[in-house]
Structure formats: structure tokens, C-alpha cells
């Protein structure tokens, strides 16, 4: 197996629930040495049901992957002295405890950098130090709340929402994951670690803000803010003879294809649809009449067209569909492998594929608190500290 980006990478995941898990099992499918750092009773994501061991939920089979888990008591002076070992030896620690926690066990960053030049420490909290709300309570919700994404559903079904998905910690999580890598590429530059702070709230903002700004980029505004393509009630899956798709005809040539093949050719020149930036202004009446068409022929015979003159189509499947879509299969994207204490279970690989450092599972997700002893070993604990630490631990 050719190593992975990050081999020989030692990161420290002070983390609990999606965001920083997330991450860091990124890390570690790039071959980092991730050193999960647990409390006595885990968090919520690994006690969630359904599981077939304690502390061994669905919800964390994937997420803990390619990590070892050590239980501390960081309030302990065993526990705590073998956590400033561990920063000792590695070169990244992530974290998304509240500062003024951190601070407060000695662990937050100016010491630990202090203690040790070369660590990048990484902090993921809701909001940036900088900032009135540097305290404030934060998760998935409030942030997409703040952020504008609930609001955006509203231009569409008249009532604020939130996206069916724990959006803002996986967008926030991949943000770690480039800071993460940006900062190591500036030590192995410079020779010298970093504080970096990845902020849920202002992630979040300048994300959905992208597509958005539009005319009030300029200042003073030259235009509306909002992108009223995304923002029409009409776009939205269109209903087919016998289920439900995305048709999305985009360019020139698209539409014109689409016209014609729905016995309307002569719509490609009319004033309204013939531009980009006519179509964008008449959105409602063009996706009002996609809808009226899409209802006249079957999902499969929509499929072959598109798929024919190039133009975006993809049939509405349902997430259980999707565990088993054929493309999916064919680039081994789910597959099922065997658990050492919790049996066969489905894997969800690396979406990317490298030539040259492929990311890999190099070991399943570990019970709560199974590395304690070893690691505490490595770091040089001596056993009468490795059988207080294994105290807190909850080891078979």
C-alpha cells in the first residue's frame, strides 16, 4: 500500500460530536496518526442508537475510522500530564472546547504553543475570538439560522427552514482539513507551527455568500442581493409520468435541445429564454414550463435524452437508493468490510482518488478508551499512571 499524504503526521482530535470528528478522520484517511482524546463516557455521537455494542453507534462506525482512542480525565494530574506528553509529540492538535475551557485545564494555545513551537493548533468553536459572541453557545442549527442559509428557504416555501443535513459542521469540517494542510505546508516551509482558528458563524457567512452578493459586491450596490435563479419557487425536482428528476437544460445549446425535443422550437428565440441572462430574469415562466413538460414522458426516456445531447439529469433517489446506485458500485465508493468486535458493517471510502498517496482504512473505529494503555506507554507513562489512567477507561 503506498503511504498516504499525511504518514508520519501525529494529530491530536480533542473533539466531540461531527465537525472536528469529521475532520480529523479525514486527516487520518491521509495516513495521520490520529489520537482520539475522549472523556469517560464519550460524546453523543458515539452513544446515539442504533449500535451493537455500547458506545459503538451507527453514527460513528465511519466517523472514528483510522483513529486511536485514549480515555483521559484531563482534570486529573495523570490524565492531564499524559495530555501534555501527547502535545509534546505531536505536530496537530484540533479542538472545538470552548477557549475559555482550555484555558482553564492549561491547555489553551498560547501555552501549549509556548510549550511546544512547532504544534499547529487548530480551534473550531461557533464563533471567532475576535468578535462580540467569542463565547457564545454554537451548533448546527444556530449557525445555519445566522448564517442566512435558513432564510434562503424562505424566497422559495415562504417560511424559514433548516437543510435536512448537518451542513454547517461537515462545510466547517472540510475547512479544518485545509487549514490543517495549509499550516503544515507553512511549517515544512518555515519550520514553525501556528494558531489557526476555523469560526462555524464566519464560514458559514462568507459560504453562502459566494453565489449570492451579486450586485451588492459593488458599493454602492449596483443590484439586488440574492441569485434569483436559486431563489424561484419553481426550481425544484420536476414530477415525470412515473417518478421525480432533476432536469436542468443550462446553456445555449441545452435549452435549444430541450425545446425541440418538447415540440417547441421556436422558444429558443424568443426573447425571454434566448440569453443566459434573459433566461435568469424569467426563471419562474421557463422552470413553470419545464414542469408542464416533464410530466409527459418517463423518467428512463428523460434519462436517455439527456444523457444524449449532454444535458444535467438525474433521477430523485432517496439516500437508502443512492447505498446501492450503480455508479456508486462501480467506483467502490460503499463497500462492506468486517469490524473486529462489531461484524460487517458499510464503509464509506475516500470520494478522491490519488495516484500517487491514496488515502486508505487503516483501522476501524476503536471502542472507547482501547489505545489508553498503549499510548500512554508510548508517551512513557510509567504503569503505576497507565493503571490510574485505566481507571476512567471503559476497556473490554
Known amino acids: ?55 459503538m453507534s451507527g453514527f460513528s462506525m465511519n466517523l472514528q475510522r483510522n483513529k486511536r482512542s485514549v480515555v483521559l480525565d484531563l482534570k486529573d494530574p495523570v490524565g492531564h500530564e499524559a495530555m501534555l506528553r501527547l502535545v509534546d509529540s505531536s505536530d496537530v492538535l484540533v479542538t472545538n472546547m470552548r477557549r475559555s475551557a482550555l484555558d482553564r485545564l492549561g491547555l489553551g494555545a498560547d501555552e501549549l504553543r509556548q510549550r511546544s513551537p512547532k504544534l499547529v493548533y487548530v480551534s473550531a468553536n461557533g464563533f471567532g475570538s475576535r468578535g462580540r459572541y467569542a463565547d457564545k453557545a454554537a451548533y448546527d442549527d444556530a449557525i445555519q439560522a445566522g448564517s442566512g442559509l435558513a432564510a434562503l428557504f424562505q424566497a422559495t416555501t415562504g417560511t424559514p427552514a433548516y437543510a435536512p443535513s448537518v451542513i454547517a459542521d461537515k462545510i466547517c469540517g472540510l475547512h479544518i482539513v485545509q487549514a490543517v494542510m495549509a499550516a503544515l505546508l507553512h511549517r515544512g516551509r518555515s519550520g514553525a507551527g501556528q494558531y489557526v482558528e476555523v469560526p462555524m458563524f464566519e464560514t458559514m457567512v462568507a459560504f453562502n455568500i459566494v ?73 419562474d415562466e421557463l422552470y413553470r414550463l419545464l414542469a408542464d413538460h416533464a410530466v409527459e414522458r418517463t423518467t428512463a426516456e428523460w434519462m436517455a435524452f439527456c444523457d444524449e445531447v449532454s444535458i444535467p439529469a438525474m433521477p430523485v433517489l432517496d439516500l437508502a437508493d443512492v447505498m446501492d446506485e450503480p455508479h456508486l458500485q462501480d467506483v467502490g465508493l460503499i463497500d462492506v468490510q468486517d469490524h473486529p ?9 475516500d470520494s478522491i482518488t ?43
Open 1 to 55: 500500500m503506498l503511504p498516504g499524504a499525511l504518514e508520519g503526521i501525529r494529530v491530536i482530535d480533542l473533539t466531540t460530536i461531527l465537525m472536528g470528528p469529521l475532520a480529523t478522520r479525514m486527516l487520518g484517511d491521509h495516513g495521520a496518526d490520529v489520537i482520539r482524546v475522549e472523556s469517560p463516557g464519550g460524546d453523543s455521537s458515539r452513544n446515539s442508537q442504533p449500535q451493537r455494542s455500547p458506545a
Open 211 to 283: 453565489e449570492q452578493h451579486r450586485g451588492h459586491t459593488f458599493e454602492p450596490p449596483l443590484g439586488g442581493f440574492g441569485y434569483a435563479r436559486l431563489q424561484s419557487p419553481e426550481r425544484r425536482p420536476y414530477e415525470t409520468a412515473d417518478g421525480w428528476m432533476c432536469i436542468l437544460p443550462y446553456n445555449d445549446a441545452n435549452w435549444r435541445d430541450f425545446f425541440g425535443f418538447v415540440g417547441r422550437p421556436e422558444l429558443a428565440d424568443d426573447e425571454r429564454f434566448a440569453t443566459h441572462n434573459q433566461r435568469t430574469e424569467h426563471t
Open 341 to 349: 468486535t462489531e461484524g460487517p458493517y458499510r464503509v464509506v471510502n
Open 354 to 396: 490519488y495516484s500517487a498517496s491514496p488515502t486508505a482504512i487503516h483501522r476501524h473505529s476503536p471502542r472507547l478508551g482501547q489505545h489508553t494503555a498503549e499510548i500512554l506507554r508510548e508517551l512513557g507513562m510509567d504503569e503505576d499512571d497507565v493503571e490510574r489512567a485505566l481507571t476512567f477507561a471503559v476497556v473490554d
